[in-house]
């Protein structure tokens, strides 16, 4: 009876649900309706998140990423190189969790001399060629170039809007405060849903040379910026064939035109002429050159040449010797290359980016003025928080000018004192100090308050005086912080302009 019992209350009752019931509530929802919500979200995120750059600085979520963390890290051009695969690994870590094929890339990318017109990244290893990926990131080692410290510099003087990252643990900034036109210098591409991006790099002279002239000019026309920046510049070189679909996409945001390789005609060998390519179209590398001229020639499509020969290298650059048959022209057969092969190829221009948070399609004249905009915004800020900052530390050195006329006095009332509130009580009854003035006072060893030179801190406070009376001056005048826009653009340009190398034929 009792064994009947025990099992009797070992039972357990039924866990969940009864039949015909539910756990929860059960909404019934259009399958069509929660698609194309689901795939608006997802197409938002791409393009907000990952596809486009922002108009104001010419970064995309992930680059912006890796230079702020790579500042962050302390990373400078001064510093030694760090393993690529730690700075991926704080990236991911702390601010982009879309996996470190992407975010490696992404800095690769910002190293490549051939694929960026002004690298923002300094890489030590192997990063690639045109014809090659890079090494793995554990083989290859990164720091800030010179550049970079344009991109990044003052974002700690509240010139930028920062945001949680995607944890909400720290924050990071929503664009950086760019010194220079980055996405007109450096270009971008990107493919979103629904839309992509496909920026052409230019020279850094040429664009600020533009930039100044439209602050100094706010209505120039597009002829006029034209003057300053005729054409997009490639850090790989080659010849601009036609202006027409330059000019169309400068103006609207949209064209094409075709880009050539350079070339030199003359003798190979003792006895034949022959073609040698010394630049190559963006984007075209010499092994996809050759391999397409090989199978032309094995296919009979193209005649006249004997023998190609790739001798291109880190040190000296492009070169391909193409070995041109006696009885032909090189000058015929270069014609049949340019038409048959990469030698010659479309370079279309989709200027789209994010302006205030939206993808917009920019030509020249806009996508100079979100960025004018933009660095107008940048030290207006900076010279506010500066100015505070002066400020602060005005208020800071006068209480130490009064303390310091009667130290003696200043350290008797601390010594006599029953405890800190006491202290500064007697502190800003005796001398006429504000309550910041006394606490910082107390707050300071008196080994070096008893040390401190009323000659020094009466310098430090002229000096003080004189660096808020000018930044004053500065934001009261629209006028001045323009001209201040733009001297620190002829400051940049002196220091990393470079000759064009994109001939326009």
Known sequence: MAKADSTKNSKKKPVGPKPGEFPGKIVDVDVSSEMSDSFLEYAYSVIYSRALPDARDGLKPVHRRILHQMSEMGLRPEKGHVKSARVVGEVMGKLHPHGDGAIYDALVRMAQSFSMRLPLIDGHGNFGSLDAGPAAMRYTEARLANSALLMVEEADEDTVDFGAN????IMEPLVLPAAFPNLLVNGATGIAVGMATNMAPHNLGEVIAATKHLIENPNSTLKQLMKFVPAPDFPTGGTIIGKEGILEAYETGKGAFKVRAKVEIGKVTTRKQGITITELPFNIGPEKVVERISDLVKAKKIQGISDIVDLTDGQSGTKVVIEVKNGFEPEQVLENLYKLTPLEDAFSINAVALVNGKPKTLGLKELLQVF??????????????????????????????????????????????????????????SFKLTDEQATYILDMPLRRLTKMSKIELEAEQK???????????LLKSDEALRKQVADELTEVEKKFATPRRTVIA
Not at 388 to 398: P, Y
Not at 463 to 473: C, F, G, N, P, V
């Open 372 to 429: 004018v905009n933009h660095r107008i915004e940048v030290v207006t800020r900076r010279s506010n928080f500066r100015k505070e900052r002066a400020s602060a530390r005005l208020n800071l050195v006068d209480g130490l000018l009064k303390a310091i006329i009667d130290i003696d006095k200043v350290v008797k009332i601390v010594r006599g004192s029953d405890d800190a509130a006491e202290a500064k009580e007697a502190l800003i009854k």
């Open 166 to 169: 995607y944890d909400g643990q």
């Open 463 to 473: 000096e003080l005086k004189s660096t808020i009376s000018k930044l004053t001056a």
